[in-house]
């Protein structure tokens, strides 16, 4: 079942995202894919983590270049633990690559299409594993000189 206050396009389990903004649920987007389709960036809010293992899949299919693409927890309770980002430089001049470690209290990322990744096909993987923890996992390609995607903004 659908949320039909959403505007998507689905095509079986692939939610394509074209809104400025995904509030996340749980019983309607853990275990599809999601992806994320809007050059002005989206903004994911992830639902409160229960510690029931809910899975959620985002991909970028269109690169953010006017804002920013950012996926953040939803309360002040919830963070990334554990998390990491691996980034490939796309300089032209071979590949280099990058990681990132979340900090305890990370509970956003975001992505702006060049130092900070989200490169078309970046693809970002979160479980819900713990009440108040999501792990996050990012592959992703970024350009210029690669910074740390996370942040404690919430």
């Not at 809010?45 to 809910?54: C, Q």
């Not at 269109?62 to 691996?86: E, L």
């Not at 956003?108 to 693809?123: I, P, V, Y």
Request: charged content about 20%; glycine content about 10%.
């Amino acid at each position: 079942m659908r949320d039909q206050n959403l505007r998507y396009k689905s095509q079986d389990n692939v939610l394509n995202v074209v809104d400025s903004t995904l509030v996340m649920k749980e019983n309607i987007h853990s275990g599809i894919i999601i992806t994320l389709d809007r050059a002005k960036g989206v903004t994911v809010t992830l639902p409160p983590s229960t510690g029931r293992g809910a899975r959620y899949t985002l991909i970028v299919r269109t690169a953010p270049t006017s804002g920013d693409t950012t996926i953040k927890v939803a309360n002040t309770k919830d963070v990334f633990n554990g998390s990491q980002a691996f980034s490939v430089d796309d300089d032209g001049e071979g590949a280099t690559g990058f990681s990132f470690m979340a900090e305890a209290d990370d509970d956003t990322l975001t992505l702006n299409g060049t130092t900070k990744g989200g490169l078309a096909g970046a693809r970002v993987e979160i479980v819900d594993y713990r009440e108040g923890y999501y792990t996050l996992t990012a592959f992703m390609t970024q350009s210029g000189s690669s910074v740390t995607p996370f942040s404690a903004s919430v």
